[in-house]
């Protein structure tokens, strides 16, 4: 397991291109990490730092990785994808939404997390997620 620590400061920098869900999984990473730890972001110079990037293709795959030198990594082969992998993310912290609206939302509260080694991955097994 690697061992993230958010006290010394963290940022996500906005990922690549345009697209808005690719603004809206940066935005959701800034907003929940900030409710998680109880600290602001700070500038990009800061030990624990986002990178996010996405292809220009039609699939919902994604991949994020957290690596030793603080470095988290986020790929997808969409921009959709790439929001995907910040839910991911963002539910190995530990946060829960079992019901919509703030009476569902589980958030952990800290600035030590334990992340796996390896890269977590995952493609949907249909062309496109979706709730029925």
């Not at 603080?70 to 921009?79: D, E, K, Y």
């Not at 946060?95 to 796996?116: H, M, N, S, T």
Request: glycine fraction near 12%; aromatic fraction near 10%; hydrophobic fraction near 40%.
């Amino acid at each position: 397991m690697q061992t993230v620590d958010f006290s010394q400061g963290w940022y996500v920098g906005s990922a690549s291109g345009d697209a808005p869900p690719a603004a809206l999984a940066a935005a959701e990473l800034r907003e929940w990490i900030e409710r998680i730890t109880g600290q602001p972001p700070a500038g990009a110079d800061a030990p624990v730092r986002f990178e996010m990037e996405y292809e220009e293709g039609a699939g919902d795959g994604f991949s994020w990785h957290a690596a030793a030198s603080g470095t988290i990594r986020l790929h997808s082969s969409s921009a959709r994808g790439l929001l995907y992998a910040a839910y991911s993310f963002l539910e190995a912290l530990g946060c829960r939404w079992p019901a919509p609206g703030p009476d569902g939302e589980r958030i952990p509260r800290g600035v030590r997390f334990e992340l796996p080694d390896d890269p977590v991955e995952s493609e949907p097994a249909l062309p496109g997620r979706c709730l029925i």
